[in-house]
């Protein structure tokens, strides 16, 4: 059986997916924030798996409210 690769093209495109729900709902200075924080490693990224998205987003924005920058 074949195994896909999880490409760094796929992470980035799953990444702008999540982004745009966040974007809906958070105001913008959290937003902006946010999208800083999960697009600064992009660049340095050798799979999907190392793009910052899911859970890591959601920890982002908990983290935010308690009062914690990354």
Known sequence: MERKV???V???RIQA?????WKKIL??????ALEEYAKRDN???????DICRGTSLDSY???YMLGYRL
Not at 17 to 21: A, D, M, N, V
Not at 27 to 32: F, G, L
Not at 43 to 49: F, H, I, L, M, Q
């Open 10 to 12: 796929d992470g980035v």
């Open 27 to 32: 105001i913008p200075e959290v937003y902006i």
């Open 61 to 63: 924005i908990v983290n």
């Open 6 to 8: 999880f490409t760094v």
């Open 17 to 21: 997916e999540q982004l745009s729900g």
């Open 43 to 49: 660049d340095k990224a050798e799979t999907g798996y």
